[in-house]
């Protein structure tokens, strides 16, 4: 194993890592906000890449361009599915916990058929991005540029969420109703706004990375699941209702997948995430920076 | 009305004795079930079966003039003309599913056979439950070498394995290597199923008892979100020939990957799968100029046997695509299966499998390069000879065995 091989697996898991985050972070933000585990999370980052893919096939957009407006449609489907759906589950008097993990459960199911019935099962890509297959080489290690691309937007988004929610009033009414949902709605402040908006948010984020990898990964109805495995186990890592310990657990799953391959057999790589995972939840329950 | 097997049964053996040859067409249907990937990660293999068979059918069913078995002639003869019916159903590419749609097509649905599966860990247990049954298992599309080693009596394959396959590459290598070309060092890229590690292990195997040295092994874990650590490996063995054996996903990343991170092998040898998918060339076929995949099938066939042009523009009408390695064999196997079914005179299970066991039909009379179709005591065809086909301006030429090859092989790739 030469020092340049070992650079290379750390530089290739930061880039994937920051992108993981970036999934996670949509994830951990509607989890912190109003304890609901989004299942269909998966499904989100999956219509992202489609929607990139489809404005890339019909409109010649490519998708570094139309990461905003994927974006964009994203948060209007995430705010439209809690007014539709996940407003309803949580008002349920019986075993609410239940009927909120079944509604998102089969909202996954019924998005992933839909998709199969209409775009087909066949594989896509976006074959000529601007970024796609171009690479950068450094000292003969290589960084690719649509990850180095997904690496910069997931950094850019992260700092501009973690801005919206300290310095806006927005933020600060999201923050407030996290803490005490009870108590802002005598502040006069409207609940299921807030809530429409966390989930927004939270798939906007999961949107712009969908759009970013429709550049170097192949679309299909089902490529949602690898990803949502790795966004859970990442918000457990980095800690319940943190997003920042969501972004940090991204990393680290990204950087431990890397490590492990390089010392394992390739096939046993996500043994290296899942041991780190047990770890952390045996000496810290609530994860690295989770707070409650 | 339902008709189980017994009336199937009892019906041809009543009308064969009372009525007149003429009034048999329509007395009674065989039931085949076709066990495929209909939703999840495959479905599009499964989507694309369905019309393989489909078009088979139409050869079966309908009054066709091609040198095939059966498609002269409406339905089966040998049962009145009887017609035959396919049910569909999706295993999801989980075994578990596969063993339950199995069984409930053999109880409920009353078929007289099943065929299957593309993947060959769902062939496993498909095959298992077709054996307690005693209903034939036509293995169309699976090629790993364990699955006709298992001792089953209901189990058969008329295309070649992995073995066979990885054979005919390493004759391909010894036949080069006499005309002076570099050959001595292999990276082996095998998925975790038992598809790719069967692959991987006939692969070692050979490349031992014949002399290459495998700098790299890597068996990874399937639908991996990334394959950048294991191209990281791929490229620093750096070996002559690089051997993937993956499905189309991985397949699609695995280059991606190669080309992000600057591994260019001199050579690919692919075990197919992945590597004989229109989605896999759409999405990174202009990094694949010159990539060496086995197959059982050739379009250059139709320049010697114009059937096969026309059956493929059958399939075409349907799909859209053209044949490849896995709806050809998916095609040949339906025909393969009804003529067996024919040649028994019986919708019983026992019967056809005897048929099956008794089959013997020349290669012309297949849409495959193949010498013959004739199973030995496992249900292994091993007169089914593969071929290897280079990727080369946007479509596949046949360049291995000499016998049936049109180009001379490109090497290396680019």
Known sequence: ?292 | MTITRRDVLLGATATAALVPLAARAQTSEVVIGVIYPFSGGSAQQGIDAQKAYETALEVINKDTDFDLPLAKGEGLPGLGGAKVRLVFADHQADPQKGRAEAERLITQEKVSAIIGTYQSAVAVTVSQICERYQIPFVSADNSSPSLHRRGLKYYFRASPHDEMYSAAMFDFFDALKKKGTKIDTLSLFHEDTIFGTDSGNAQAKIAGERGYKIVSDIKYRANSPSLSAEVQQLKSANADVLMPSSYTTDGILLVKTMAELGYKPNAIVAQDAGFSEKALYDAVGDKLEGVISRGTFSLDLAQKRPMVGKINEMFKARSGKDFNDLTSRQFMGLIILADAINRAKSADGEKIRDALAATDIPGEQTIMPWKRVKFDETGQNNDADPVLLQYVGGKFVTIFPPQAAIAEAIWPMK
Do not use: C
């Open chain 1, 1 to 292: 194993m030469t020092a340049q091989a070992i650079i290379q697996s750390l530089a290739s898991g930061l880039l994937m890592g920051l992108l993981y985050g970036l999934i996670a972070v949509g994830l951990a933000l509607i989890f912190g906000l109003m304890d609901v585990v989004n299942f269909a999370h998966g499904e989100f980052l999956m219509i992202a890449m489609y929607v990139s893919f489809f404005l890339f096939a019909f409109f010649a957009i490519d998708p570094l361009l139309s990461a905003p407006l994927v974006a964009a449609a994203l948060f209007v489907f995430g705010a439209v599915v809690y007014l539709l759906i996940v407003r309803f589950a949580m008002r349920a008097k019986t075993n609410a916990g239940m009927v909120q993990i079944f509604s998102t459960f089969g909202l996954a199911i019924v998005m992933r058929g839909l998709a199969q019935f209409f775009f087909t099962p066949d594989y896509r890509s976006v074959p000529h991005s601007w970024l796609g297959g171009k690479t950068i080489s450094v000292a003969g290690i290589f960084l690719p540029e649509p990850q180095l691309a997904g690496a910069l937007v997931s950094i850019l988004a992260f700092a501009g969420l973690y801005f919206f929610i300290h310095r806006t009033d927005f933020g600060r009414a999201l923050e407030a109703t996290r803490e005490d949902p009870g108590a802002v709605a005598l502040v006069g402040i409207d609940k299921n706004r807030v809530f429409a908006l966390g989930w927004g948010l939270g798939a906007a984020l999961v949107g712009l990375a969908g759009a970013i990898m429709a550049s170097f990964f192949y679309i299909y109805p089902d490529v949602g699941a690898s990803f949502a495995l790795i966004a859970y186990v990442t918000v457990a890592l980095g800690g319940f209702g943190s997003v920042f310990g969501a972004f940090a657990g991204g990393i680290i799953v990204g950087l431990v997948e890397a490590t492990t391959a390089l010392v394992l057999p390739p096939s046993l790589k996500s043994v290296g995430i899942y041991a780190v995972y047990l770890l952390v939840v045996f000496i810290r329950p609530r994860g690295l920076f989770g707070s409650m």
